[in-house]
């Protein structure tokens, strides 16, 4: 039987956004399939909220085009923006008004039918599961309460692609895991899922990611190839006392490209592990560490992420156009 081809939900094709002599998005191309999770992770400033604004068409493109729902953002933004659901790093509820007061005014936004807003404003109460608190001002909700709702209203119009920048942000972890339980049910009923994050534990939830820097896109694959096919580095753990002592020591030892502290131990990335690793072994004798592990490991994504940053730096080191 032959596979069909997935519907590609959102397309982007060499975005450029520039702010004057400030390049925000450099040449960022990648594409979407429905019903996928799909994660754009970068440090902050590294261009995520900027393509997200250039998807939804907040913000036109400097070249390139952007694609949602097979509608051009540039050239038809009304189709796009119908397809689209979109919440914000602050979206803005209405702190005097309640769960179910904000849900209706949002369904007036969305131009929702009357006779269809009941059931709508029932559902999005439902999957937020916020059945309890239905009738409690915004203003009184806890911040995750506050962000499924805010996702809620983003819904509202049935979209059948939903971006989300920045959706756990300031949240606690066990809110931040129901929040995306939640994600993964809409994935599941076929909404395409675009998100936006800094969180390298959360960026392992998305189906596929997409790694930003400095407005460009070094990257893009599934959490488990970025780590295993992706990095251009052996990672190198060392475990020993006192690590946060002992990190200098790796981070001086010549053919150590980065090194950081990752828990209670140290992750140091070589392109040159063979050399490095009886290396690293002496010189941490020498200074007082003497290593109780000291090996290759399985990389995380955060090595990942800092191996193709050093990398990209070090090939480019003149080019500071997009900073």
């Not at 109780?292 to 090939?315: A, C, Q």
């Amino acid at each position: 039987m032959r596979n069909e081809s997935p519907v590609i939900a959102i397309k982007a094709t060499n975005l450029l956004r520039r702010f004057g002599d400030f390049v925000a998005v450099n040449d960022v191309s990648f594409e979407v399939a429905k019903g996928e999770v799909f994660g754009l992770l970068g440090p902050n400033g590294a261009g995520k909220s900027t393509i997200v604004k250039l998807l939804c068409g907040l913000l036109m493109p400097s070249g390139g085009t952007a694609q949602v729902g097979g509608f051009d953002v540039s050239t038809q933004p009304d189709l796009a923006k119908m397809q689209i659901g979109y919440m914000s790093q602050r979206f803005s509820l209405y702190d005097d008004l309640t769960v179910e007061e904000n849900l209706g005014f949002f369904s007036g936004i969305y131009d929702i039918p009357t006779v269809k807003r009941r059931n709508r404003i029932d559902w999005a109460i439902k999957i937020a599961g916020l059945s309890e608190h239905r009738r409690t001002l915004a203003v009184d909700l806890a911040a995750g309460f506050k962000r499924r709702l805010a996702l809620g209203c983003a819904l509202m119009h049935e979209p059948m692609i939903v971006f989300l920048d920045e959706p756990t942000s300031g949240i606690d972890p066990i809110s931040r895991r129901q929040f995306w339980d939640l994600i993964y049910e809409l994935a599941e009923a076929g909404t395409t899922v675009f998100v936006t994050t800094h969180y390298m534990d959360e960026a392992e939830y998305c189906h596929r990611l997409a790694l930003v820097y400095r407005g460009e896109l070094i990257a893009c694959s599934s959490p488990g190839s970025l780590k295993r096919d992706v990095i251009r580095d052996t990672v190198i753990e060392v475990v020993c006392d006192l690590p946060a002592s002992a990190l200098t020591v790796v981070q001086d030892t010549p053919g150590v490209n980065e090194a950081g502290v990752f828990g209670n131990t140290i992750h140091a990335l070589t392109v040159e592990p063979a050399a490095v690793i009886p290396l690293l072994k002496t010189r941490l004798v020498e200074h007082g560490f003497p290593p109780l592990k000291l090996g290759p490991t399985r990389p995380s994504l955060e090595d990942v992420f800092v191996s193709l940053i050093w990398h990209r730096d070090r090939d480019r080191p003149a080019d500071n156009a997009l900073q």
